[in-house]
């Protein structure tokens, strides 16, 4: 079975070089049964905060905060992210942006009444560590928000190309638990996604972005498919 390194820093630097990859995979995602898009529930979530200020670890290219911007003109927002292309790519789009590693916030104490954590907790090296900083730079009573993936998201996929479901640090089955060890009040809404690949080579495509080695071993298919995603929201304060 082939498993796939969500966190060393030689992975991380490889898949977060440049922008493209990320864009590629998020290309794919749309609504699953219920209709819903996590990102709306994610941006939702944060603007019903009325958030004063707010800061994001692993911002990628910055779509999610250019959005809560949009919502919320006034909010001073201060996105992060280990990557210097991905810090580009968000200031390039008008959000203040710095590179960050997200244990290490360049932050003050309290200073943050909303702090966003959007699919990048399972890839920090300590999990414990990225936490305590989010409390850190939290105000008492502020809220952060999350979202990750399911032990089963795209299992289907992984399956059919020899590899294993990418069972994380940080899978929306085990997220309540390790953020209740930092935070009094933790909620979580599922939602079920959906992956839509026009042929074999657009899904080979989305598997090379983060392992060459599936990507070659997914066997041949004719016309589209498309595969269940699992995602998770939580909100913890
Ligand atoms: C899966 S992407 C998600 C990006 C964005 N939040 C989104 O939803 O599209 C993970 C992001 O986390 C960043 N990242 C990974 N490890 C990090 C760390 N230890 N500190 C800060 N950012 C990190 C990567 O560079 C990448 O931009």
Redesign the pocket.
């Known amino acids: 079975m082939h498993r796939t390194e969500m966190?060393t820093p030689d992975a991380?630097s490889t898949?977060?070089a440049s922008?493209g990859r990320?864009a590629t995979?998020?290309g794919v995602w749309g609504p699953g049964p219920e209709g819903v898009s996590p990102?709306d529930v994610?941006r939702q979530t944060v603007v019903d905060a009325a958030p004063h200020s707010v800061v994001?670890?692993?911002?990628?290219?910055?779509?999610?905060a250019r959005s809560i911007l949009d919502a919320l003109p006034e909010v001073t927002y201060l996105a992060?992210?280990?990557?210097r292309?991905?810090v580009e790519s968000t200031a390039a789009v008008g959000v203040p942006a710095v590179v960050?590693?997200?244990?290490e916030l360049p932050v003050p104490d309290q200073s943050c009444d909303v702090a966003?954590?959007?699919?990048?907790l399972?890839?920090?090296?300590d999990l414990e560590t990225?936490l305590t900083e989010l409390r850190r730079v939290l105000r008492p009573g502020g809220t952060l928000v999350v979202?990750t993936n399911g032990e089963s998201h795209l299992a289907g996929l992984l399956r059919e190309a020899g590899g294993e479901p990418l069972v994380t640090q940080f899978t929306s089955e085990v997220a309540g638990p390790l953020l209740r060890r930092h935070f009094g009040d933790v909620a979580q809404r599922d939602i079920e996604t959906r992956a839509s690949f026009d042929d074999h080579a657009a899904a080979a495509a989305y598997l090379a972005t983060f392992d060459e080695g599936l990507a070659g071993a997914l066997p041949p298919f004719d016309g589209p498919r498309s595969y269940a995603g699992h995602t998770a929201i939580l909100t913890a304060r």
Request: net charge neutral; charged share 10%.
């Open positions: 966190t991380m898949q977060y922008t990320l995979r998020r990102t994610l994001e670890i692993g911002c990628g290219t910055g779509h999610l992060t992210d280990l990557s292309a991905m960050a590693a997200a244990h966003v954590a959007a699919w990048m399972y890839h920090v090296p990225v979202a």
